[in-house]
């Protein structure tokens, strides 16, 4: 659904493009899908807080991305969003609300030093 560019500014905000027709389709998903760059690298279960177009990028806020060097390690990797009938069953498997995601996004974080 999108590339992660860069970090944009100090609080953990990333810049994406998105690979949708409509950019701001991306911001009607809570539930997003981080994978950093890099061969083997897994995707990541994280909740969307925030975000808004930025020329013909967005800016997101991800719950548990706090600053710049966190979000860092995110540039060059990619966004995807599970198809609904997915998203449910993850939520039914793992049973997580929002602030585990949020706490499963910054575990996955502190297991990479990153926290």
């Known amino acids: 659904m999108g590339r992660i560019v860069a970090p944009y500014g100090v609080k953990g905000w990333l810049k994406v493009v ?3 027709a409509e950019r701001e389709t991306l911001l009607s998903h ?3 899908w981080l994978r950093p760059r890099g061969e083997g690298s897994e995707w990541r279960h994280c909740t969307l807080e925030e ?3 930025h020329g013909s990028a967005l800016i997101v806020r991800i719950a548990g991305l706090d600053d710049r060097e966190n979000a860092a390690m995110y540039s060059g990797g990619d966004v995807g969003i599970a198809p ?3 998203r449910s069953a993850a939520r039914s498997a793992h049973r997580e609300s929002p ?4 706490r499963s996004c910054a575990v996955a974080q502190a ?3 990153r926290l």
């Open 18 to 20: 998105p690979s949708t």
């Open 30 to 32: 809570k539930e997003w």
């Open 51 to 53: 975000g808004r177009p």
């Open 84 to 86: 609904p009938a997915a």
């Open 99 to 102: 602030t585990d995601a949020a």
């Open 111 to 113: 297991a990479h030093g």
